[in-house]
């Protein structure tokens, strides 16, 4: 692959319906490839096969075509190209492991969920919840190979290295981030206890296998770029140069959307006959590239991708923003009463 070409990615875990909040990163996310003239790449998060299911694949294959995004490379209805499933992956993920425990840069972790979830409530956790006190880390070589002979459930940590140098990368929208490593904040689970390659390791990997140069993703991920970084160095791996982190979209609450939030689903508004170009004018609007509030189509958004810009704080949809755009989903509207649909102002 010509890793000259900027690449980028969309990288769904298909744990649920798409919602809005998800199509506002994987649209900035396309745009930023587009405008260079790159390739984009879908990519199916699917490590975590308890959580993830087949018909959501189709289901976010169905909405993002809907929206107007498309890709080069990954999956489509007509050809489901394996490959760019993190499910078929695997062994590229425990060679990688190999590798790093070869040069003695992981450990087994045998603390519990529970054990872990009490260190969650700490008062000095950072903000990522990955403080980890190093319990495993101290063992010493006898009791962790006794401990292993007894076929005692081990998860494996990357061992991050001491006084490693600061971990820094420019941020399209933030500015220039600087993080210092430490074991507390860095010895990341890669390998859960149940098998299940851990999401900081598989992207790490697929992101250098699929020669991607620049990714854009939700602010909730910023902690774990200093720390993909750190991965990427420790295995030898091209980092990445082009970050952008952007605010995440709230509901009218404050809180952050999720899978849960039913009515802003792309499929509940595809079933409440909202058109793509009211949601791509809803987003274009919320990142100041739409004063008029019109609906716009994508291809629209692309000469205006400059304009874009998203260091501001996270976002709340309120009813009546979306209403501004035509938009109304039954569950939005306090009052609980059945609503019958709106036309466009
Ligand atoms: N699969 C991740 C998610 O859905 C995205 C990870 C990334 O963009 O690095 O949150």
């Not at 199916?44 to 018909?55: H, N, V």
């Not at 190979?145 to 971990?167: E, F, S, T, V, Y």
């Not at 509940?268 to 716009?296: K, T």
């Amino acid at each position: 692959m010509n890793k000259k070409i900027p690449t980028g990615r969309l990288a769904p875990s298909p744990t649920g319906f798409l919602h809005l909040g998800n199509a506002w990163s994987f649209l900035w996310a396309w745009a930023a490839v587009r405008t260079k003239f790159g390739q984009v790449i879908l990519r199916i998060e699917d490590i975590d096969q308890t959580r993830s299911r087949p018909e959501y694949v189709t289901a976010l294959i169905e909405d993002l075509q809907w929206l107007g995004l498309d890709w080069d490379l990954g999956p489509t209805l007509l050809d489901p190209q394996p490959n760019y499933f993190q499910s078929s992956r695997h062994q590229l993920y425990e060679q990688a492991l190999a590798r790093l425990a070869k040069a003695d840069l992981t450990y087994p972790c045998f603390c519990t969920r529970k054990e872990l979830k009490m260190l969650a409530s700490a008062p000095h956790l950072d903000d990522e919840g990955l403080f980890y006190p190093g319990t495993c880390r101290r063992l010493n070589p006898n009791e962790r190979q006794a401990r292993l002979k007894a076929g005692q459930k081990a998860a494996i940590r990357i061992k991050c290295p001491l006084n490693w140098d600061p971990i820094s990368f420019e941020d399209r929208f933030l500015g220039r981030k600087c993080f210092t490593p430490t074991p507390q904040g860095y010895d990341l689970p890669l390998r859960r206890s149940d098998g299940v390659i851990a999401y900081q390791l598989a992207c790490v990997i697929d992101d250098a296998a699929m020669g991607v140069t620049q990714v854009l993703r939700g602010r909730d991920l910023i902690n774990s770029t200093p720390r993909q970084i750190l991965l990427a160095q420790l295995l030898g791996l091209k980092p990445i140069s082009d970050y952008a982190h952007i605010p995440l979209l709230l509901d009218a609450m404050g809180e952050r959307l999720a899978k849960r939030h039913q009515s802003l689903t792309i499929r509940s508004l595809r079933a409440n006959h909202v058109l793509p170009e009211q949601i791509i004018g809803l987003l274009a609007f919320l990142a100041g590239i739409n004063d008029s509030q019109d609906r716009l189509k994508i291809k629209e958004i692309l000469p205006r991708f400059d304009q874009v810009h998203l260091s501001g704080p996270d976002i709340r949809i309120t009813p009546d923003l979306l209403a501004n755009f035509g938009i109304v989903t039954p569950s939005l509207i306090p009052t609980g009463k059945p609503v019958g649909l709106r036309r466009n102002p």
